[in-house]
C-alpha cells in the first residue's frame, strides 16, 4: 500500500511544535496505526513502539556501505488528540537521540543490534510470541533524489519502496523522499494486517 506527502507541508506542521520530519513521519503512521487499530478492536492501551534506523556516518565521510544505529521511540497511540500526539512523539524521539550521545560509532552498532536482538531470536522456529519484542514497527525514511529522474525519456512520477517484514513482525513502513514529496511503503501480512490500504489512506488523511 503506497501514499504520497508534500515535504514542505509536513515540516512546517512539525515545526510549530519543535519536531524534525521524522517526528511528522512518525505522528503520521501512528496515526493511521490508531486509527486502524481502534476499528479492528484491536488497539493496545500501551503506546505502540518503533525502530527507526539512524545514519551514524559523520558529515562528509564519502566511505562505502551502511553505518546505522538505531532508536526506539513512541507512536503514542495512546493519545487521542493528534497535537498532543505529535508533541508526545517529539518528546519521545529527543530523550532517544540524548540517550546516543556521547557514544563511539562502534557503540552504537552494538546497541542497535541488542536492539535487534528480539526479533533475531523470534525468527527460531516457535519463538514468536514467546519473546517479547523491543519494538512493534520499523519505520524507515531514505533520502531521495531532489531531481527528477527519467528513463528514455520517461519521468519517474513517485519512488515507492518496497521493504521485509519479519515473522511476528507484520508491518515495515518505509519512506522515500523524491523531488519534494514523501513516498510512504506499507508492507504487511495480509493474514495479520487485512485491508492494509487503509493504513495508506488514513496516513493521507492525517
Known amino acids: 500500500a503506497t501514499q504520497r506527502v508534500s515535504v514542505d507541508r509536513l515540516r512546517r506542521v512539525v515545526r510549530q511544535h519543535g519536531g524534525t520530519l521524522n ?6 503512521t501512528g496515526a493511521a496505526l490508531r486509527r486502524f487499530l481502534l476499528e479492528q478492536n484491536e488497539l493496545p492501551a500501551e503506546a505502540m513502539t518503533t525502530m527507526l534506523p539512524v545514519n551514524i556516518r559523520p558529515k562528509g565521510d564519502q566511505g562505502g556501505g551502511n553505518e546505522v544505529g538505531a ?7 495512546d493519545v487521542a488528540d493528534p497535537v498532543e500526539r505529535l508533541r508526545t512523539i517529539v518528546a519521545s524521539t529527543k530523550r532517544a537521540k540524548q540517550q546516543l550521545e556521547g557514544m ?8 542497535a543490534a541488542l536492539l535487534l536482538t528480539p526479533m533475531l531470536l523470534s ?3 516457535g519463538a514468536a510470541g514467546r519473546v ?21 525519456g520517461w519521468r519517474a512520477e513517485a519512488i515507492y519502496p518496497l521493504s521485509i517484514p519479519f515473522h511476528g513482525y507484520g508491518l515495515n513502513v518505509t519512506v ?7 513516498d510512504f511503503g506499507f508492507t504487511g ?18
Not at 517479547?132 to 528514455?152: D, I, K, T, W
Not at 522515500?176 to 514523501?182: C, D, H, K
Open 23 to 28: 517526528d511528522g513521519i512518525l505522528a503520521l
Open 71 to 77: 532508536i526506539l521511540a513512541s507512536f503514542a497511540t
Open 104 to 111: 563511539s560509532r562502534n557503540a552504537l552498532i552494538q546497541y
Open 123 to 125: 525468527q527460531v522456529p
Open 132 to 152: 517479547r519484542p523491543a519494538f512493534n514497527v520499523v519505520v524507515s525514511n531514505v533520502p531521495g533524489p531532489e531531481q527528477p529522474l527519467y528513463f528514455r
Open 176 to 182: 522515500g523522499g523524491y523531488v519534494g514529496e514523501l
Open 189 to 206: 501480512c495480509r493474514d495479520t494486517v487485512p485491508h492494509l490500504q487503509r493504513l495508506a489512506v488514513y496516513a493521507g488523511e492525517a
